[in-house]
């Protein structure tokens, strides 16, 4: 059974996020619609990877990939005729997603000014690069430009070298990939909300925003004050000694931040005499640059003569995040994507069968199926087209109210949140803009590292009121009898549950799945963790850059000829935090139509690989195994980042030969530089221009003639960036003081439902009363017994 098979998604995109948007949702079963031009299709139909035989525009890996369960439907929209057709085919869906620059909607007479009064139930979501109220001059940005406008691009790699430019994201789409997870994710919440409403509304998604958003940790420290907010390339880094180191077979990425892994690392490489020279608690009181630079010496000394994946498992076991850098080829033969069957065999009558990424997420009653390959260009339009007609006359309900602003679509949703650190609050941060009510069960003996990491006070530590906004907390004691029963009577009274504890944390306590459906056959119950709930290296654990490097980002990012770079160090938790929110609301879907609940099971090293899903496709058509290539793109030149004055960087890319033209007319000698020179002399040629020129004043000239250029933007640029705050990204909570906090918001904008969090992150326990008196119904005296007995605090 799919959870979305009742949903019709009519998808006008023309690239990678509009598509990937509607891949997530047609995996679950909605019937995904897609429109294409006659003759030329989807552009990316026309990008690579491609097949050995067949021609564009059927053997593009990249379509393939991105349009598995989808039927192409051919239409000139640009005609009365294909628009009178467009217009039948839109009585009778359930939503529209799209990708276009603003203004291609009102063309078609679906803009967000017209589906209220013409379409009142129609979802209509669209993703642009800056948000659909953009101006006409950053309509046109590829993901290079997104990328270094949303503040990863100017701090990446971790670690920068400084004579060296600022790097895209990983592989070619990174950008579009998680644009199209956010667009996903306000698309299944918005059909959660009209299930109930009747209505439809307009999703603004930016792509943006969604890549700033994932920067919430330290971006919400900043933006409220409490955070270094500068110009420096490391602002978003960490001290300490983690990092990559080189073996026989590849490398492997260690991390190390408390002394159980200093502990378990000493008995890793048998007891040597030179870390009885660092004192014991050294990693959380005694850092210092000398002692990071020995101590990684010595490792990589040692590590050279270790296999990566057998010293990994040796570590892993002592309990030492140590994993391999992995590759597109290491993850196709992973023992445990194999076991979770990451990648299932497709089989296309142009690309032939292939074994493709799929999805991080693993639900239990309504799985993903891929049902049917990606569509030969115009395969279904006489099928799509003969359905028209019944389609159009579906009897759909009347909106059963006016047309104001309401809550966040998923008001009235109750989570429960059993997480720590960044990835699971993260997920309930989501859910909590999107209208549920979300209670954290916290513990004073079991501080969440956020309260309690370099702070003085367990209520105004800042990285916890950054990824924690709107929600409530009850302080309860898991590890007593009475604590644990105590949340099992929450879990009856809630529609969610989430937990990101070691692997099989929960079910030592007693709140496995299998417990908590007893206690309430309808819950929705998320499981997230490094590898997924079960398979053979279910067991290991790690953190955000563990993640990437077991998924295949850091074999990716790097600079040509160079070792394995992190995209960033703070990147990971979030991309697999909202997986998992999408997840949780497919769920809540499905059981809001059927009244069953299940369980999610969510991998974070399979939430970043399925961001990769072109260079698996590339592996399998090609047999090449993508690698590090700086900023280079095989389609676009120039594309990197260019020094300016004031160590400033700006992003260009250009795609067309009269985009080239316009660049070349500004440098002043169009006739002397040749495009197809060697991409370094070009670089050099381009550099040596912008060095002398203002970031950020270049950047709107080159706009202005038709060029996608970006200043690449500081942390000090993204806290005052004016587009952000006019669009409502950064905006203020009231805390128990009544002081007023900025924080990061949402990445999109609802018509109808917008972002509901006034409060900012509770104080430990804040909540006891309402949750345990109010919800749970016990008296004053009963609460004070509990305190007494320190199972409430």
Request: glycine fraction near 10%; aromatic fraction near 8%.
């Amino acid at each position: 059974m799919s959870a979305l098979r009742h949903l019709r998604i009519l998808e006008l995109s023309n690239s990678v996020a509009g598509e990937y948007c509607g891949k997530l949702v047609g995996d679950f079963g909605a019937d995904v619609l897609k429109v294409e031009s006659p003759g030329a299709g989807s552009d990316t139909r026309r990008s690579g990877p491609f097949a050995a035989a067949g021609a564009a525009p059927e053997s593009s890996g990249l379509f393939g990939y991105l349009n598995t369960n989808k039927r192409s439907v051919c239409l000139d929209v640009t005609s009365p005729r294909g628009q009178e057709a467009l217009h039948t085919l839109i009585e009778g869906v359930d939503a529209i997603v799209d990708d276009h620059p603003s203004g291609y909607l009102e063309s078609l007479g679906i803009g967000p000014g017209d589906i209220g009064a013409r379409h009142p139930r129609l979802i209509v979501c669209a993703i642009t690069p800056f948000g659909y109220d953009a101006p006409a001059t950053m309509q046109k940005a590829y993901n290079l430009n997104v990328f270094h406008s949303s503040g990863w691009g100017y701090h990446s790699p971790t670690e920068p070298d400084l004579g060296k430019p600022p790097l895209k994201g990983a592989g070619r789409f990174h950008v579009e990939y998680e644009s199209g997870l956010s667009a996903a994710l306000a698309l299944v919440a918005a059909v959660y909300w009209r299930a109930s409403s009747g209505r439809g509304q307009f999703l603004d998604v930016s792509q943006q925003q969604s890549m700033a958003s994932l920067a919430d940790y330290v971006l919400g420290q900043m933006v409220a004050g409490t955070m270094e907010v500068s110009t420096r390339r490391q602002a978003f880094d960490l001290r300490g000694p983690a990092t990559f180191f080189q073996c026989l077979d590849g490398y492997v990425y260690l991390w190390m931040s408390e002394p159980g892994h200093w502990n378990g690392l000493r008995t890793l490489l048998g007891e040597p005499a030179w870390m009885l020279d660092f004192p014991e608690r050294w990693l959380e009181l005694h850092l210092s640059e000398d002692r990071i630079q020995r101590c990684r010496a010595h490792i990589a000394q040692w590590m050279q003569g270790q296999h990566k994946l057998e010293v990994a498992t040796r570590a892993q076991v002592l309990g030492v995040p140590v994993v391999p850098v992995n590759t597109v080829k290491d993850l196709f033969e992973s023992e445990q994507l194999l076991f979770r069957g990451f990648f299932p065999q497709i089989e296309h009558p142009v690309l032939g069968r292939l074994r493709y990424p799929t999805v991080p997420y693993r639900l239990s009653t309504t799985p993903t199926e891929i049902v049917r390959p990606a569509p030969l260009l115009g395969e279904h339009t006489e099928e799509i087209l003969g359905e028209a007609a019944a389609i159009a006359t579906r009897t759909v309900a009347a909106p059963n109210s006016p047309g104001q602003q309401q809550a966040g679509p998923l008001q009235g949703v109750r989570v429960l949140e059993l997480t720590k650190i960044w990835a699971g609050p993260y997920t309930g941060k989501l859910l909590a803009l999107l209208g549920a009510e979300v209670i954290r069960i916290e513990s004073h003996d079991s501080l969440d590292a956020t309260r309690r990491y370099g702070v003085k006070d367990i209520n105004d530590a800042p990285g916890f009121q950054a990824v924690n906004p709107g929600k409530c907390s009850v302080q309860l004691n898991v590890r007593t009898d009475e604590g644990r029963r105590l949340v099992k009577e929450l879990v009856r009274k809630s529609d969610l549950f989430i937990e990101n504890l070691r692997p099989g944390a929960a079910d030592r306590l007693g709140l496995g799945y299998e417990v908590l459906r007893t206690l309430r056959p309808d819950i929705v119950a998320v499981s997230m963790s490094m590898y997924g709930h079960a398979g053979p290296l279910s067991y290991q654990t790690g953190y955000a850059p563990c993640f990437s490097a077991l998924a295949g980002v850091c074999h990716l990012v790097g600079y040509e000829d160079g070792p394995p770079r992190l995209l960033n160090v703070r990147y990971g938790d979030s991309s697999y935090g909202t997986a998992a929110a999408f997840a949780a609301i497919v769920a809540l879907c499905h059981r809001q139509r059927t009244g069953q609940g299940q369980f999610v099971d969510v991998s974070a090293v399979e939430s970043l690989a399925a961001m990769l899903g072109d260079s698996f496709m590339e592996y399998s058509l090609t047999g090449r195994v993508p690698t590090r290539d700086g900023s280079r793109h095989p389609d676009m030149a120039p594309h990197g980042c260019y020094p300016c004055v004031g160590d400033e960087w700006i992003s260009i890319a250009v795609r067309t030969d009269e985009e080239w033209r316009a660049l070349c007319e500004a440098m002043g000698e169009p006739a002397v530089v040749s495009r197809q020179m060697h991409s370094q002399e070009l670089d050099e040629i381009v550099a040596n221009w912008t060095r002398t020129k203002d970031a950020r004043e270049l950047g709107a000239t080159l706009r202005a003639r038709g060029v996608a250029a970006f200043k690449s933007l500081s942390s000090i640029d993204l806290v005052g960036d004016e587009h952000l705050w006019e669009r409502g990204f950064f905006t203020h909570v009231t805390d128990n003081k009544q002081r007023s906090i900025p924080i990061v918001g949402a990445p999109w904008r609802m018509s109808a439902t917008p972002a509901a969090v006034h409060r900012a992150a509770p104080l430990l326990g804040e909540h006891n009363d309402y949750v345990l008196g109010e919800l749970l119904g016990l008296s004053a005296g009963e609460r004070q017994r509990l305190i007494e007995a320190k199972v409430v605090y």
